[in-house]
Each structure stands twice: as C-alpha cells, then as structure tokens.
C-alpha cells in the first residue's frame, strides 16, 4: 500500500484506489472460478450467472479509470505515487479483459451444453491451467497489494506453465481432430476456453509486472528472468 503523505486526504484518496482495484479483483476472480466450474461441472445457470455478472466488472473499470483520472487532475502525484496510480489505471483494463475470457469460456461452455456435444476429448489440460490461473491471478493481486515484488516475479515466471499447458492440449486437440472429425466442432470450442485461459495467465502476469513497476520504476515486460530477479531485488 501507499506510503504516508503530508495530506490525509491524499493518503484516503489513494487508499481508495486501491481498494477499489483489488474489489474488481476479487470479483473478476469470482468470475473466472464460476466459469471454469461452469465448465467442468457442464452448469448452464452457471455460465449464465458469468455471462450476467461481466456487466459488474465493465462498470467497475469505468468508476475507476474516472477515479484515477479525477486524482491526477486533483492531487498530481509524482514519483512512485504517479506510477502507482497508472499502474492501478493499466491493471483495471487487465482485470476487465481478464474478465472478459472467464465470459467466453462461459459462454463456449454453454454452447457445448445447449448442443449436447459428447466427446471423448480429454480436458485435464483445460481445467489444470484453468486452477493455475485462478491463483496466478489471486497471487497477482496479493502481491500488488503489499507491493512484493519478489512474489510478483514468482507470478511472472508461473505463467510459462500455464503457456505449456495450453500447447500440450492443442497438440493433442490436433490429433483427436484428425483422428475423428466428429470431434471438430466441440474441438474448436474447447480450443476457445483453452486460449481463453491461457489469456487469463497472461493478464495476472502483467499485474504482477505492474508490482515491479511501481516499486522499482522499471519496464520489465520483456526482461529475462534474471532481469526480473535483478529489477526486484534492487534496493530502492
């Protein structure tokens, strides 16, 4: 969180920021979870139930893209402050995108139910990557909340997992295609889901990266890993 400033009311405004992301946070969390147990357990009032709520994390980004703007207009935050303040501005549109793959996987998901596709197609690819994000995610936020950047590159190296979930089950998703074309229709649905989340990875990365960001002033969306370990292990 913030440091302590001079002004009360600079501190509660960026408090209040804060706070604010980390409420769409959990929210678009929520989202992801439903949707992958949307998924996995083939609910339909659960996909609809995601599909209903992305409106919930839309509005949240608008009120707090407002928010951030209204603060730099009013308080003009400089340093770590003005970066903490952009950092929470990119991560909202991160959240909000990361919320819009949990509706696709919803709404993928409703399509195979709705068209009573059977397939003998084997998703443990799927719902794995799908509990890795859910925690990347989670992680991500945690560590932005505390600022830990050392946790925040713990996160940014995880999404490679998640990355080489996604590859193994498009390999495979290949082959079963190939070996029945009956399956390509429920395939090509599946194939959506599994890049959905694998989108999902991505988006929680970038917020850890974020973290990096803010408390080292350092642009490491491209840096290796021992850049990464170097960036957060600077005194600041």
Do not use: W
Not at 106 to 113: D, E, F, G
């Amino acid at each position: 969180m913030p440091d302590k400033h001079l002004s009360s009311q600079f501190d509660v405004d960026l408090n209040g920021l804060c706070s604010k992301l980390l409420e769409m946070g959990g929210l678009v969390e929520q989202q992801i979870s439903n949707a992958m147990r949307a998924f996995t357990d083939m609910d339909i009032q659960i996909c609809n139930q995601v599909i209903a709520n992305e409106k919930l994390v839309n509005d949240y980004e608008i009120q707090i893209d407002l928010a951030c703007t209204e603060f730099i207009a009013r308080r003009q935050p400089t340093a770590r402050d003005l970066r903490l303040v952009m950092a929470i501005s990119k991560a909202i549109t991160n959240l909000e995108r990361a919320g819009d793959e949990a509706e696709r996987v919803a709404r993928r998901t409703k399509r195979l139910i709705e068209a009573n596709h059977q397939s003998d197609i084997n998703v443990a690819e799927i719902k794995l990557s799908g509990q890795m994000a859910v925690s990347l995610l989670r992680r991500s936020l945690d560590s932005f909340a505390r600022l830990d950047t050392k946790s925040a590159v713990a996160v940014v190296q995880e999404d490679r997992q998640i990355d080489e979930e996604f590859r193994a089950f498009v390999r495979k998703l290949i082959s079963y295609m190939m070996e029945d074309p009956k399956t390509i229709t429920a395939g090509l649905d599946m194939l959506s889901i599994a890049k959905a989340i694998e989108r999902i990875g991505d988006h929680a990365k970038n917020i850890a990266e974020f973290v990096i960001y803010i408390a080292k002033g350092a642009d490491v969306r491209h840096a290796s890993h021992e850049d990464l370990v170097r960036e957060a292990s600077k005194s600041d």
